[in-house]
């Protein structure tokens, strides 16, 4: 089936560094998604992407729509603590709206 | 303010047993449901409903039932519970429209079958 990869699986960062991490698939999308998951909660929407080429920040977190709408990439600028969490990606197929594809997610842990 | 929420929080099942997890949203939202997430995995589709009488399977339908008479509510129900049923299961919501603004998630219910 339809398949998301994300990376880094896992990184560890100082604070105050910045992140990149990005959601690469085989699928063409006409929405990306990302979330974030703190521990023992549900997932949480950072940043909704619609249009390839799309740029769109939420405060440090800027989200981008890669230009063959097969890949997206977040960057988090002067990481605190409390980014830590569990981050995914998805995907959703244009007039599909059971096809919502999440990424296995990128685990964050941010060194004070 | 509530969004979705889930119940019970934590469950603990022997193999066999069976039980219903239960998920309700205020936001008036059509689309409704249940995602399991396992290490590694990412949120996997069990099944899903576009509004009350309305239900479908996702990628991962086998020892779950549902159904949807309101739509609040939108129950999960393990009919014979097995070990590979241990997971955290997440419920999920939105609109339906022309554009997905994504779902809202609830808490999550972490099930244990021995």
């Known amino acids: 089936g339809q398949q998301l990869n994300q990376s880094p699986q896992s990184m560890f960062i100082q604070e105050g560094e910045d992140v990149s991490m990005n959601c690469t698939s085989s699928?063409?999308?006409?929405?990306w998604l990302w979330y974030k998951q703190d521990p023992g909660e549900g997932p949480v929407l950072l940043i909704a992407?619609?249009?390839?080429?799309e740029l769109t920040s939420n405060g440090r977190l800027t989200a981008q729509f890669g230009i063959t709408r097969k890949d997206s990439f977040l960057n988090i600028s002067a990481s605190i603590p409390s980014d830590v969490g569990i981050y995914f990606c998805?995907?959703?197929?244009?007039?599909?709206?059971?096809?919502?594809?999440f990424g296995p997610g990128t685990s964050l842990s941010v060194i004070p | 303010n509530a969004g979705v929420t889930q119940t019970p929080k934590f469950q603990v099942l022997k193999t066999g047993q069976s039980m219903t997890l239960q998920c309700a949203q205020d936001?008036?939202?059509?689309?409704m449901s249940w995602y399991r997430q396992d290490p590694g995995m990412g949120l996997r589709l069990i099944h899903y409903?576009?509004?009350?009488?309305?239900?479908d399977q996702g990628e991962v339908p086998n020892g779950y039932n549902v159904s949807r008479s309101t739509t609040e509510d939108f129950p999960l129900r393990l009919l014979s519970a097995a070990p590979s049923q241990t997971s955290v299961y997440f419920c999920?919501?939105?609109?339906?429209?022309?554009?997905?603004?994504?779902?809202?998630f609830g808490s999550g219910t972490r099930l244990t079958v021995v």
């Open positions: 699928s063409i999308f006409n929405t």
């Open positions: 999920a919501s939105s609109y339906l429209g022309l554009r997905f603004y994504g779902y809202t």
């Open positions: 998805a995907g959703r197929f244009k007039t599909s709206y059971d096809k919502v594809i």
């Open positions: 409903s576009v509004g009350a009488g309305i239900t």
């Open positions: 992407l619609y249009k390839a080429g």
């Open positions: 936001m008036n939202h059509e689309y």
